[in-house]
Nanobody
Framework: VQLQASGGGLVQAGGSLRLSCAAS????????MGWFRQAPGKEREFVAY????????YYGHSVKGRFTISRDNVKNTVYLQMNSLKPEDTAVYYC?????????????????WGQGTQVTVSS
């Protein structure tokens, strides 16, 4: 599956952005989907995960209560709604797909990656 992330940009602290990740192919619903982010000089960090049918979601500690992951299996797209953004949310955000259907928070456990989209939050 090929993934294309979009929706990043520059936003002031306290603002919102919605990221999208469009998947190619007809097997999108077979994959659990995750969002990760990576700031300069830091390791890739788990942000959120959603199960194949969207029934279960999981979040990284730093974004819980502010970010929401969702998916549309008809449109082959996963979303990340980001509210109450903080300067420390600044990073390149990546979407990823994994084939087991079980929640994964390690980037090494994902099979496919999108190209990343830059999110910059100004103070």
């Amino acid at each position: 599956v090929q993934l294309q992330a979009s929706g990043g940009g520059l936003v002031q602290a306290g603002g919102s952005l919605r990221l999208s990740c469009a998947a190619s192919g007809r097997t999108f619903s077979r994959y659990g989907m995750g969002w990760f982010r990576q700031a300069p000089g830091k390791e890739r960090e788990f942000v959120a995960y959603i199960s194949r049918a969207g029934a279960s979601t999981y979040y990284g500690h730093s974004v819980k209560g502010r970010f929401t992951i969702s998916r549309d299996n008809v449109k082959n797209t996963v979303y990340l709604q980001m509210n109450s953004l903080k300067p420390e949310d600044t990073a390149v955000y990546y979407c990823a797909a994994e084939s087991t259907g079980w929640p994964k928070n390690s980037p090494n456990e994902y099979d496919y990656w999108g190209q990343g989209t830059q999110v910059t939050v100004s103070s």
